[in-house]
């Protein structure tokens, strides 16, 4: 068995200890241990270790807590450019000012007068897209403050904005008022997709049918997370006129039929190769920034 010649600060000290073994022939063998043993409060040497016990084991150390700082707005893009900029002052300022996580009053009256709004989406690989919704004023629909819905009618049956919604529930609308206060609102938030009829029940007041009673297929519920102004300084002033619309029209030429001549045209067409990142207008430091892998943290 172990022998023990004595203890340095609760650790056996190791040129001290030493393994004897007996071999099958009666010889005796003395084995130096260079690893130290520790002892345990109460324990002597020689003595064999207690078995454990709650009040002899090392507690561990208290958890650190984190200070609870704010977050700040923004992607980590927008730091990066305002950062090398010099504008992060005037972000934050902006940020303080004007965003927030909910619609405030104005937003709700701004809303309810809205006719259309610019939706953008996009799918799990971050593949954009942007389209447009319009009804008559309070087509969009406010819950409460922290939450919006608008309709989805019959369309073309391509589903971009739904079906990107289905990956990637983040979405992002913007409306602007271009005949009266010339101001734009911003919401980003989170979406979820529900059939008219379990809309219809979870919010029946707010299930409004559209122009010409058109029902709903479905809504697009959004959990705002930001909400913020945009300014009128590019807003071009519009005026309305008085105009007979075909309102939800299934008749292609109503609709705008072939506008553009692509039926009959190739697909997709060869294209010029060239390399453009989409940092080359940043610095070195920057580009490395908004390039880096998530593996790579």
């Given at each position: 068995?172990?022998?023990?010649?004595?203890?340095v600060?609760?650790?056996?000290?190791?040129?001290?200890?030493?393994?004897?073994?007996?071999?099958p022939?009666?010889?005796?063998?003395?084995?130096p241990?260079?690893?130290?043993?520790?002892?345990?409060p109460?324990?002597?040497?020689?003595?064999?270790?207690?078995?454990?016990?709650?009040d002899?084991?090392?507690?561990?150390a208290?958890?650190?807590?984190?200070?609870?700082?704010?977050?700040?707005?923004?992607s980590?893009?927008?730091?990066?450019?305002?950062?090398?900029?010099?504008?992060?002052?005037?972000?934050?300022?902006?940020?303080?000012?004007?965003?927030?996580?909910?619609?405030?009053?104005?937003?709700?009256?701004?809303?309810?007068?809205?006719?259309?709004?610019f939706?953008?989406t996009?799918?799990?690989?971050?593949?954009c897209?942007s389209?447009?919704?319009a009804?008559p004023?309070?087509?969009v629909?406010?819950?409460?403050?922290?939450?919006?819905?608008?309709?989805?009618?019959?369309?073309n049956?391509?589903?971009?904005?739904?079906?990107?919604?289905?990956e990637?529930p983040?979405i992002?609308?913007?409306?602007?008022?271009?005949?009266?206060s010339?101001?734009?609102?911003?919401?980003?938030?989170?979406?979820?997709?529900?059939?008219?009829?379990?809309f219809?029940?979870?919010?029946?007041?707010?299930?409004?049918?559209?122009?010409?009673?058109?029902?709903?297929?479905?809504?697009?519920?959004?959990?705002?997370e930001?909400?913020?102004?945009h300014c009128?300084?590019?807003?071009?002033?519009?005026?309305?006129v008085?105009?007979?619309?075909?309102?939800?029209?299934?008749?292609?030429?109503?609709?705008g039929?072939?506008?553009?001549?692509?039926?009959?045209t190739?697909r997709?067409?060869?294209?010029?190769?060239?390399r453009?990142?989409?940092?080359?207008?940043?610095?070195?430091?920057?580009?490395?920034?908004?390039?880096?892998r998530?593996?790579?943290?």
């Amino acid at each position: 068995m172990p022998t023990w010649s004595g203890t340095v600060d609760g650790w056996v000290a190791p040129a001290l200890i030493h393994l004897v073994l007996g071999g099958p022939d009666g010889t005796v063998v003395s084995v130096p241990l260079r690893t130290p043993v520790p002892v345990l409060p109460g324990q002597l040497p020689g003595q064999e270790r207690p078995a454990a016990h709650p009040d002899t084991l090392p507690r561990p150390a208290p958890p650190v807590v984190e200070p609870d700082v704010p977050e700040r707005p923004g992607s980590a893009g927008e730091h990066v450019l305002q950062d090398e900029r010099g504008s992060t002052a005037r972000a934050d300022r902006f940020y303080g000012d004007q965003m927030r996580d909910r619609l405030l009053p104005r937003m709700i009256e701004f809303i309810g007068r809205m006719e259309m709004a610019f939706v953008a989406t996009s799918d799990g690989h971050g593949e954009c897209d942007s389209s447009l919704r319009a009804g008559p004023p309070g087509f969009v629909q406010v819950i409460d403050a922290f939450t919006l819905a608008y309709p989805e009618y019959r369309g073309n049956g391509v589903y971009a904005s739904l079906g990107n919604l289905v990956e990637n529930p983040h979405i992002g609308l913007l409306m602007v008022d271009f005949t009266e206060s010339l101001i734009g609102l911003h919401v980003n938030g989170r979406a979820r997709i529900m059939d008219d009829d379990a809309f219809r029940g979870a919010f029946p007041e707010h299930a409004k049918d559209g122009t010409g009673g058109r029902r709903a297929e479905r809504w697009v519920v959004v959990e705002v997370e930001e909400a913020y102004i945009h300014c009128r300084k590019h807003i071009p002033r519009m005026e309305r006129v008085t105009e007979r619309r075909a309102w939800g029209t299934d008749d292609p030429a109503r609709k705008g039929g072939d506008f553009f001549g692509a039926k009959g045209t190739p697909r997709r067409a060869p294209r010029p190769r060239r390399r453009f990142p989409s940092t080359t207008h940043l610095g070195a430091g920057a580009s490395r920034t908004l390039r880096r892998r998530p593996d790579s943290r």
